[in-house]
């Protein structure tokens, strides 16, 4: 699946377990999950150097977020950007996996 914005694509790469925002045919940021019981855990988000300070880490965020909603699943961050993320994105309350007892 592929969402287009501005001038970059964002890729859902699902055999690699990743989305993945290109420019001009280069990946310039990704975000990484895990999926353990059915639920993603985001683990880590990545903007090249060169092409930070442009919102990247947050549009590729977002598209995981909907394409998780999309497809039913839910989702727990890890990555310390998502976190923030969702946490000052409350309109994503519904796709967060419930917290688990440790």
Do not use: K, N
Request: proline share 5%; with cysteine.
């Amino acid at each position: 699946m592929t969402h287009q914005g501005d001038s970059h694509d964002i890729t859902h790469r699902q055999a690699d377990r990743r989305f993945v925002v290109t420019e001009g045919g280069a990946d310039v940021a990704h975000l990484e999950y895990v999926v353990r019981d059915g639920v993603w855990f985001i683990t880590h988000t990545f903007t090249e150097p060169a092409a930070r300070g442009r919102g990247l880490a947050a549009r590729v965020t977002r598209a995981a977020l909907e394409a998780a909603r999309s497809e039913h699943v839910t989702v727990r961050p890890v990555c310390p950007f998502v976190v923030d993320y969702v946490a000052t994105h409350p309109e994503y309350a519904d796709v967060l996996a419930p917290a688990r007892a440790e």
